[in-house]
């Protein structure tokens, strides 16, 4: 949206009121800080590096460990409940690891809220896998098994209280990952299905497709236990060579997903036209690469053109994206060239700024685009119907020079805007500053009254720590990622 040019006043309806004498930051970096940073993004420190797997261990969840031994562990559940639950999690894994870990706590109370949740966290079968392959690493050395009494129950639980038609969709996409399979934890949790409807699955999951066939070839099938045979009857139809148009018919027909088809099927760009009718949007942001590396995607094709109608559907983008009404200062170093490449993508640094200013810019209505070069700052006015060939157009009008990231803070004091978020994004690997970062926002906030917060987005570095790790209001991210917009998110709401 247009900038509003705000000025320091009273700080809005939610934001938090910083001590105008500057004694101190008003949301300490605790220990429950840390842990909703690790659920978050799998570290309890001020750096996110996109794309980047954490392997996860005791040493790197020392405030985990700290809470627990506080008696705090039903807290703990709940936070990686929420986490789980509302999709602030940006990587899943650290939650998983975080309720194995209470599952295996000595007290009582928190091994059982952990079990409790299992279903609210582990909504799909890869979940439950690596929760279990989680708990069988905590457990290597020990003497004692993982498959106690609560284990069998809260993983039998887990099959029995899903909707069965869900269920057999969930089965049949993911059959087995992290060396375990459903087969195996039906087997070792001693599942008893509740229902004929799971016991069905069950049958077929264990026995195979030929057995339930025999089964229930002379039984009088209510209309739910019909409809799941049918159902994976045609599963198992598109598990051999089928004539494209029946797979085609199939897809839309069940709804059939490309999990459950054979690499043969993912040929077709007829099967991939079908499949992207229905396909979940964030499923398609994850495999557009892929995509297009298979040549699936083309210039001017009917299925670029499918895509790029759901991922400018404004229905779809308020569903994915809220708002989270803070004031937002998005400031683009254009000091050096734009030109480069982000990390482990084949997209330019410029379009990469261009695309996160304009998702900030149309879901915060009080945004200030700035961009900035040689000491000098520019506003920018980035308005809702302006393209993303617009905006790329617009942020790379300044000539370049030095880097100096401190200057659109030191712009906001001066001419007494008031931000909560400032979000900076560069793409030189080595900052300069004509003065400290922390102490320039430590400023701003003093002058404002407002606790602001600072996200240094360094799109092509390594990893470069700017922030002061004791000050919760500061993050650094390396690279950038579809996570690193929901870390923005996160940190405007005091969430990590």
């Not at 978050?40 to 005791?58: N, P, Q, V």
């Not at 299925?303 to 109608?309: F, Q, R, V």
């Amino acid at each position: 949206m247009e900038p509003s040019g705000s000025i320091m006043t009273a700080s809005p309806s939610g934001s938090h009121n910083f001590n105008s004498a500057g004694s101190g930051c008003p949301l300490e970096l605790s220990d429950k800080v840390k842990l909703c940073r690790f659920l978050c993004f799998c570290s309890e420190g001020d750096i996110y590096t996109a794309r980047e797997e954490h392997r996860l261990g005791m040493e790197s969840s020392e405030a985990l460990l700290t809470l627990l031994q506080e008696g705090r562990g039903c807290e703990v559940v709940e936070e990686i409940k929420r986490f789980a639950q509302d999709e602030r999690a940006v990587r899943l894994n650290a939650c998983l690891f975080a309720l194995a870990v209470c599952s295996q706590h000595s007290e009582l109370k928190t091994r059982q809220a952990a079990f409790k949740a299992l279903k609210e966290v582990c909504r799909i079968p890869i979940h439950l896998f690596s929760f279990i392959q989680y708990k069988k690493e905590l457990k290597e050395g020990m003497k004692c098994g993982i498959w106690g009494r609560a284990l069998r129950k809260a993983v039998s639980n887990w099959y029995n209280e899903q909707d069965a038609m869900s269920l057999a969709v969930a089965v049949t996409k993911c059959k087995q990952r992290e060396g375990w399979s459903h087969k195996d934890l039906l087997r070792l949790s001693h599942a008893r299905p509740a229902y004929e409807t799971i016991a069905l699955i069950s049958k077929y999951v264990t026995k195979g497709w030929k057995e339930v066939q025999v089964a229930y070839a002379d039984k009088e099938n209510s209309e739910e236990i019909i409809n799941l045979l049918s159902y994976l009857e045609v599963v198992e139809k598109v598990k051999h060579p089928c004539d494209e148009t029946e797979v085609i018919h199939l897809i839309e027909e069940h709804r059939l997903e490309r999990e459950q088809l054979l690499t043969d099927h993912l040929k077709s760009k007829q099967v991939w036209r079908a499949l992207l009718k229905e396909m979940p949007l964030e499923s398609m942001l994850r495999i557009l690469g892929k995509m297009t590396a298979d040549k699936i995607l083309e210039s001017g094709s009917s299925e670029m053109a499918t895509i790029c109608d759901r991922i400018q559907s404004e229905a779809l983008l308020k569903k994915n994206v809220e708002p989270v009404n803070k004031r937002f200062a998005v400031a683009v170093d254009v000091s050096s060239s734009l030109c480069s490449v982000v990390p482990g993508t084949s997209v330019s640094t410029v379009i990469v700024a261009a695309a996160i200013t304009m998702v900030i810019s149309r879901t915060e209505m009080d945004t200030q685009v700035l961009i900035y070069s040689e000491g000098a700052v520019f506003p920018c006015t980035i308005t809702a119907d302006m393209s993303l060939v617009d905006v790329t157009t617009e942020l790379v009008k300044i000539p370049s020079g030095s880097t100096d990231c401190t200057i659109p803070i030191t712009w906001a004091t001066e001419n007494r805007k008031a931000v909560d978020m400032f979000v900076v994004l560069t793409n030189n690997p080595l900052w300069t500053f004509s003065a400290s970062p922390v102490e320039t926002l430590r400023k701003h906030r003093q002058q404002s009254g407002i606790f602001s917060k600072l996200v240094m987005c360094g799109l092509t570095s390594i990893g470069h720590a700017i922030a002061d790790t004791e000050d919760r209001g500061l993050l650094n991210i390396c690279g950038f990622d579809l996570g690193a917009v929901n870390i923005i998110r996160n940190l405007a709401q005091d969430l990590i």
